[in-house]
């Protein structure tokens, strides 16, 4: 039995030391819109008025540490951009900030930059490339690579 192929990730909900910090970093520096918060402990963000793509709360967290290496947790969370464009643009309000990159991909199907937030979970910034694009093996299997991405030439189409 397989999951239906329209389901999608919703959102992310995230264990947050300080949430202040966390809304200046995925409102002020990402640029998603806060669309609820519940007073000084919890706040919902989005794109494009859908209800929430990012929960923030403080519930179980305040003043926490992030997860020590070698312990399980969230890897990253994704964001999807419709177009290189998009990517771009978010990306040069991040190098505008000064917030540090972790690393930045090509991996054939997509194109990613990787960084922290605040309380040092990953964040992945991408694109997809249209599917007939995606790398392919003799099979006809998708085949995923990691390449260099070229920043310089990705903030060059930033609005």
């Keep these: 039995m397989s999951i239906h192929p329209a389901t999608r990730v919703g959102h992310v909900h ?3 030391s300080d949430l202040e910090k966390a809304i200046g970093f995925y409102s002020g520096i990402l640029g998603f819109q806060i669309t609820q918060r519940y007073g000084p402990q919890a706040a919902f963000l989005s794109a494009g008025g859908y209800h929430h793509h990012v929960g923030l709360n403080t ?3 305040l003043g926490g540490s992030a997860p020590p290496p070698g312990t399980t947790g969230l890897y990253h969370t994704a964001f999807l951009f419709p177009d290189r464009k998009a990517l771009a643009n978010v990306v040069k309000r ?3 900030a000064g917030w540090p990159l ?4 090509d991996h054939g199907v997509s194109e990613a930059v990787y960084l922290d937030d605040p309380d040092g979970n990953g964040v ?3 694109r997809d490339r249209p ?3 995606w790398p392919r093996d003799a099979g006809g299997n998708i085949s995923m690579t990691t390449g260099r991405l070229d920043l310089r030439a990705l903030l060059a189409e930033a609005d």
């Design 94 to 96: 991040v190098v505008a």
């Design 131 to 133: 599917e007939a694009d």
């Design 59 to 61: 519930w179980e967290s």
């Design 102 to 105: 972790t690393g930045a991909s």
């Design 14 to 16: 995230l264990k947050v």
């Design 124 to 126: 992945e910034l991408y």
